[in-house]
């Protein structure tokens, strides 16, 4: 038996709102805030029990991590806001040029951040359907302890990073064949590391960008990077780990208390994030990973000796999965060549890491964000925040980082909430008073 008739069933609506954000990474937060603050009615859902997404789920607090200088530019807005906030209610620690995120006491920054905007939260409830009348979604089916229930919206922000209500609702999508996919990874944090012996190692390999043995120019040579693959090497060496084993860890953060809070070190190609089979899988083997590393850490990096496991990610760190045909598709032409668009809705540093590439934006360079790659084709009021939006294989390493998911997402919080006030669809809406908004709200768009 390959499929089973399910009864048609009535459900109750749960709730009817403005905008309907789906996700609460980097790009479905910063949308409910900024819609939120422009005044219309707000609702925010989460299938976990916190808010942030990649940062609290998956461990990782570097949002700008690539802010190496001074030169580097910053889209300003809520991405921005998200490190300020952290650091005035002590969720962070200043390093080099960016603030590192206390990946768990974000759980409550973003509570705060949520409760003041005045967004309506929903936790522990999973989108599972689109509600579509026509070409236009009109709300969502969700799941959670409560049941089936219908949530109705005027306008549905769908920030699940798979696309998941763009699949729902019928809107054109690709996925590329998971064996090029970039890998996925469970991060984790260790506790009982004697930390200056730790950085004096560190201090004294001067690594750099260039050594992640990715392309990259001749100023990531002179750019300082925490990558460390020795201990893996040798472990590998001498049979301790499997040999096909993807680990070298890049780490960001540490305390006082003898703990480096967060190592991503595993990094597993293969795997469809859209695939239950394969995230059962990526969850389970990721887990294993992690106690490799930790035992070639203890074996083979000093400081590491009497290191044991703090903490690990309580979800699968995601980089690829669905990417949306958009109004316009980003190309790798427009990230390094600066490129400019009328319908600009924010800006972020030429910056790509991923795909064998990484070119760092240590040089003052940056592009337009369009609105258009933010707008599914073929259904209407339907926007999408995160690292879904349109764009080639190359710009997916540059749209899919926190920062720029903030871009994005803000830019679809505020035209949604714009198109709503006008009683325009979202593909209709009126981008100068959708820039002038963002503005305001303390967005570069130029």
């Given at each position: 038996?390959k499929t089973?008739e399910?009864p048609?069933?009535?459900i109750?609506?749960?709730?009817?709102?403005?905008?309907?954000v789906i996700?609460?990474?980097p790009?479905?937060?910063?949308?409910?805030?900024?819609?939120?603050?422009e005044?219309?009615d707000?609702m925010?859902?989460?299938?976990?029990?916190c808010f942030?997404?990649n940062i609290?789920?998956?461990?990782?607090?570097?949002?700008?991590?690539?802010?190496?200088?001074?030169?580097?530019?910053?889209?300003?807005?809520i991405?921005c806001?998200?490190?300020?906030?952290?650091k005035?209610?002590?969720a962070?620690?200043?390093?080099?040029?960016?603030e590192?995120?206390?990946?768990?006491?974000?759980?409550y920054?973003?509570d705060?951040?949520?409760t003041?905007?005045?967004?309506?939260?929903?936790?522990?409830c999973?989108?599972?359907?689109?509600?579509?009348?026509?070409n236009?979604?009109?709300?969502?089916?969700?799941?959670?302890?409560?049941?089936?229930?219908?949530?109705?919206?005027?306008?549905?922000i769908?920030?699940?990073g798979?696309?998941?209500?763009?699949?729902?609702?019928?809107?054109?999508y690709r996925?590329?064949?998971?064996?090029?996919?970039?890998?996925v990874t469970?991060?984790?944090?260790?506790?009982?590391?004697?930390?200056q012996?730790?950085?004096?190692y560190?201090?004294?390999r001067?690594?750099?960008?260039a050594?992640?043995?990715?392309k990259?120019?001749?100023k990531?040579?002179?750019?300082?990077?925490?990558?460390?693959?020795a201990?893996?090497l040798?472990a590998?060496?001498?049979?301790?780990?499997?040999?096909?084993?993807?680990l070298?860890s890049y780490?960001?953060?540490?305390?006082?208390?003898?703990?480096?809070?967060s190592l991503?070190?595993v990094?597993?190609?293969?795997?469809?994030?859209?695939?239950?089979?394969?995230?059962?899988?990526?969850?389970?083997e990721?887990?294993?990973h992690?106690?490799?590393?930790?035992?070639a850490?203890?074996k083979y990096?000093?400081?590491?000796?009497k290191?044991?496991?703090r903490t690990m990610g309580?979800?699968?760190?995601?980089?690829e999965?669905?990417?949306i045909?958009g109004?316009?598709?980003?190309?790798?032409?427009d990230?390094?060549?600066?490129?400019?668009?009328k319908?600009?809705?924010?800006?972020?540093?030429?910056?790509?890491?991923?795909?064998n590439?990484?070119?760092?934006?240590?040089?003052?360079?940056?592009?337009?964000?369009?609105y258009?790659?933010?707008?599914?084709?073929?259904?209407e009021?339907l926007?999408?925040?995160?690292?879904?939006v349109?764009?080639?294989?190359a710009?997916h390493?540059?749209?899919?980082?926190?920062?720029?998911?903030?871009?994005?997402?803000?830019?679809?919080?505020?035209?949604?909430?714009?198109?709503?006030k006008?009683?325009?669809?979202?593909?209709?809406?009126?981008?100068?008073?959708?820039?002038?908004a963002l503005k305001?709200q303390?967005?570069?768009?130029?």
């Open positions: 038996m089973v399910v048609a069933k009535t109750p609506v749960m709730a009817k709102t403005d905008v309907l996700g609460s990474g790009g479905g937060l910063s949308a409910a805030i900024a819609c939120a603050r005044g219309v707000t925010l859902v989460e299938r976990y029990g942030g997404g609290t789920q998956s461990m990782v607090g570097t949002l700008a991590w690539y802010r190496s200088n001074d030169r580097v530019v910053d889209a300003g807005g991405g806001e998200f490190e300020q906030m952290s005035r209610m002590g962070s620690l200043s390093i080099f040029l960016y590192v995120i206390d990946t768990d006491m974000f759980k920054v973003a705060t951040m949520v003041k905007a005045g967004i309506l939260p929903v936790l522990h999973a989108t599972v359907d689109a509600i579509m009348e026509g236009r979604i009109k709300g969502v089916v969700t799941e959670s302890k409560s049941g089936r229930q219908a949530i109705l919206a005027k306008r549905v769908d920030a699940t798979d696309a998941d209500i763009v699949n729902f609702a019928g809107a054109p996925i590329d064949p998971k064996d090029t996919l970039e890998p469970v991060n984790f944090g260790c506790s009982g590391v004697n930390i012996t730790f950085l004096d560190i201090l004294t001067k690594t750099s960008i050594d992640w043995g990715q990259s120019g001749e990531e040579a002179e750019e300082f990077s925490t990558y460390l693959v201990p893996f040798k590998k060496e001498k049979g301790e780990i499997p040999k096909d084993a993807h070298a780490w960001n953060d540490f305390t006082d208390a003898g703990e480096v809070r991503n070190a990094h597993m190609p293969g795997y469809d994030c859209t695939d239950v089979w394969d995230l059962t899988k990526a969850e389970i990721g887990r294993k992690v106690m490799w590393a930790i035992q850490l203890k990096t000093p400081g590491f000796e290191a044991r496991l309580a979800s699968l760190g995601t980089r999965s669905r990417k045909m109004g316009y598709n980003l190309t790798e032409q990230v390094l060549n600066q490129a400019r668009f319908d600009s809705i924010g800006i972020n540093p030429e910056f790509l890491d991923g795909n590439v990484a070119i760092m934006p240590s040089t003052g360079r940056y592009f337009h964000v369009p258009g790659i933010i707008l599914p084709q073929k259904v009021n926007l999408v925040a995160g690292r879904c349109a764009g080639d294989k710009t390493a540059a749209i899919r980082q926190m920062m720029c998911c903030t871009v994005t997402g803000q830019g679809a919080g505020v035209a949604a909430a714009v198109s709503v006008d009683k325009v669809t979202c593909r209709q809406v009126n981008m100068s008073r959708v820039q002038k305001k303390g967005v570069r768009i130029e």
